[in-house]
């Protein structure tokens, strides 16, 4: 259920809490109301926690490349190169 399912739960709640007079056997309106505000306040609560987490942006980081150092091969007794 997304924000607006909870928005609506919440409007639907108050309407049957503080907007209506009707009378029903067996049923108790305003605490229906009451149940449904408490359940989306909870929904819209959870929703907003939930999508704070998700906006958290970590940078990138770049991987530690280690190079290992070069090793010269010195064939004959040359050093630049030449005659390999």
């Known amino acids: 259920m997304g924000l607006g399912g909870c928005i609506i739960l919440l409007a639907a ?19 229906v109301g009451l149940i449904l505000m408490a359940v989306g306040l909870i929904g819209v609560v959870t929703f907003t926690g939930i ?21 010269h091969h010195h064939v004959g007794g040359y050093h630049d190169g030449y005659g390999v």
């Open 13 to 31: 709640g108050a309407i049957l809490t503080f907007a209506t007079d009707w009378h029903m056997k067996g049923v108790n309106l305003p605490v």
């Open 51 to 71: 999508a704070r987490r998700r906006r958290v942006v970590v940078p990138p980081t770049t991987p530690m490349v280690e190079e290992e150092p070069r090793r």
